[in-house]
Structures are given as C-alpha cells and as structure tokens.
C-alpha cells in the first residue's frame, strides 16, 4: 500500500487533505446552509418559538422596510470608507517597505504590522473609545486649534475599523510590491518618464490585484462587523448589530439569519468581480 502512494502523488495529496476539508465542509459550508434554510422560517409572535415552515415572509419584511434599507446602504457605505482609507494608508508603506529597506529591515517591519494583530480586538477598540470620548486623546490635541474630537459615531467607527484591519491591507500590498521587479522601475525611469508617470503607468496597474486582495479582508471585516460599532458607534446601526439584537434581546433567530444573507450575497458578488482582476490568485 505503501508503494502504491508513493507512485501516486495526487491520491497520497487527496488523504492528507480529505481531513481539513472534510471539517471546512461540516463547519463552514454546514454553518452557510444552515443559515439559509433558517432564514425562510418564521418566529410565532405569541409564544417566541420558531416555526418550521417555508416562507419569505422575513425578506418581504427586509426588501420592503426602509430601514433595513438605510442600515445596509450605510453598512456597505462604512465598508468602502474603511476600505479606501486602508489603500491609501498601506500603499506608500507597503511600497517603502518592499522598495527602500533591506531584506533584514523588512522582515522587522513585517513583524512591526503584525504585532497588532496579536492583542486583543477588544482592548483595542475598547482603547480607541477612551481616544476617542469627549475628554479623550484626540480631544486634547485638537482643541488648541479650536476643533473638537469626532465623539462618538460612524466617523468613530470608521477610524476604529481602519485600525483594526490595516494590517490586513498592508501585507498583501506589500507581498505584491514585494514581487514587482525593479528593472521595469529603472526602465521607466531610462525611458524619462517622472515619479508620478511611474507610479501611474507600471506600479499601480501591477500592484493593482494585490490591493484589491487586501481589499477582499477589510471589506468583509468591516462588512460583518459589529463590536466595534457597540463600542464607539454611539447609536449607528449596521447590519451586524441588526443580526445580534435579533439573535439576543428580539429572540427572531430567523430574521437574524436572513438579514445575515445580506452580507453573505454581497461578499458574493465582490468576490466573483475580485476573481475578475486575479485578486484571489494572490491571496
């Protein structure tokens, strides 16, 4: 037997990874399933208990309400912001990182992203509403130039959200510039195109997949998030906070589950607009 997959590389592949996605296949894909086939039943309003039954009761509600039409326009709206704001902030110290640093230098500055991510999502939120309260940080600077602190709301939630998943933007960035060879940048730079035509012309449109890589974890991060928004969103409602209330103090699993879709569906449709590009070939 033991021969027999030594000769047969892709069956020996096949065992070795049957286990992981066997599990991916129960957990995630079971969990998805669920979630769908619980979104088309009902809660009896007298008594609390689900009903087993098919109906699209609970998307008429969803289509036809407007505030669940304001709440997933502005869930996405935050999504975008946090999005662009990542871009725009990882792109120059992803490219700084891959094209100004020694090897030695840059694995120190992979590390320095990093370390973010190994404290607690909690702490770090919970340390952006100190910032950013009344008497906070942010507070305390801009005063003296007669401004105030954003308080708190969607603009605190889009700074505490752009922190939490910067990371996530700049390593993919950063691995993409990484493979950018430097020869297409000094061709550039013989041929008398400036810094500008450079960065448009042959940086940018190559960088381009990996950026929207990036884009792929802080969209959907953002998108399905809503800690942060209990934190520092003050009374801002996202989609996320529409399914925990409906899981925890409205007790309407099924409603929960179908307004959990909405994100689902649209994560969808940007992952398959994402493949277009050859994104998801660089993750």
């Given at each position: 037997m033991s021969a027999y997959l030594r000769r047969t590389p892709r069956l020996r592949l096949g065992i070795l990874l049957s286990a992981p996605l066997a599990w991916l296949g129960v957990a995630y894909l079971g969990a998805l399933v669920a979630l769908f086939v619980t979104a088309f039943w009902s809660t009896d309003v007298f008594t609390g208990r689900?009903?087993?039954g098919w109906s699209l009761d609970n998307f008429a509600t969803l289509a036809r309400d407007a505030v669940y039409r304001t709440i997933t326009v502005r869930t996405v709206g935050v999504a975008v912001i946090v999005t662009l704001v990542d871009a725009v902030i990882a792109f120059p110290m992803a490219f700084a990182m891959a094209k100004f640093t020694s090897r030695r230098t840059q694995r120190l500055l992979v590390i320095a992203v990093m370390t973010p991510l190994w404290a607690?999502?909690?702490v770090k939120a919970d340390a952006w509403r100190s910032m950013l309260s009344g008497n906070g940080v942010l507070h305390w600077l801009l005063a003296p130039v007669g401004l105030d602190g954003p308080g708190y709301g969607l603009p605190a939630t889009v700074i505490t959200l752009s922190y939490l998943w910067l990371p996530y933007m700049?390593?993919?960035?950063?691995?993409?510039?990484?493979?950018?060879?430097?020869?297409?940048?000094?061709?550039?730079?013989?041929?008398?195109a400036r810094s500008v035509r450079t960065f448009l012309s042959v940086v940018l449109p190559?960088?381009?997949?990996?950026?929207i890589a990036g884009s792929i974890f802080t969209f959907s991060l953002s998108l399905g998030d809503?800690?942060?928004v209990k934190i520092v969103g003050g009374t801002s409602q996202l989609l996320g906070n529409v399914v925990y209330d409906n899981i925890g103090a409205a007790n309407n699993l099924?409603?929960?589950a179908t307004v959990a879709t909405v994100p689902v569906m649209i994560m969808l449709v940007y992952l398959a607009a994402a493949r277009r590009t050859g994104a998801v070939d660089t993750l």
């Open positions: 689900v009903v087993v607690s999502y909690l700049i390593l993919p960035i950063y691995a993409g510039l990484d493979r950018l060879p430097d020869s297409l940048l000094d061709a550039s730079g013989d041929l008398g190559l960088a381009l997949p990996a950026v809503y800690i942060a099924p409603f929960a």
